[in-house]
Nanobody, 122 residues
Framework: QVQLVESGGGLVQPGGSLRLSCAVSGTIFRIYNMGWYRQAPGKQRELVAVIKSGGNTNYTESVKGRFTISRDNAKNTVYLQMNSLRPEDTAIYYC????????????????WGQGTQVTVSS
């Protein structure tokens, strides 16, 4: 059974940092492109960052220079290091498998974790 478990969220002041983790089990993690999405209340889900199986990365414009996506294939885990956090980064963050281009989820209906809440507030 494939599982994705996100962790590492919390309450942080503007300018602070958090490191999110997504532990994947039940599949051959290293062959998949992985992505972090976020969804704020009343807003559509947004793709934040992608890391391909070969290590190439892409970011949405609003997080470039502040967020870093990485992966540890030995631990079947993908990370999202978030620095210089802003109130507009507040959302639930999810990880999932991405398609070959790294542009959309591999499966829209499955293979999502429970998410981890990130709240940026003073």
């Amino acid at each position: 059974q494939v599982q994705l478990v996100e962790s590492g969220g919390g309450l942080v002041q503007p300018g602070g940092s958090l490191r999110l983790s997504c532990a994947v089990s039940g599949t051959i993690f290293r062959i998949y492109n992985m992505g972090w999405y976020r969804q704020a209340p009343g807003k559509q889900r947004e793709l934040v960052a992608v890391i391909k199986s070969g290590g190439n990365t892409n970011y949405t414009e609003s997080v470039k220079g502040r967020f870093t996506i990485s992966r540890d294939n030995a631990k079947n885990t993908v990370y999202l290091q978030m620095n210089s956090l802003r109130p507009e980064d507040t959302a639930i963050y999810y990880c999932t498998f991405m398609n070959a281009l790294g542009t959309t989820p591999l499966n829209e209906d499955n293979y999502w974790g429970q998410g981890t809440q990130v709240t940026v507030s003073s």
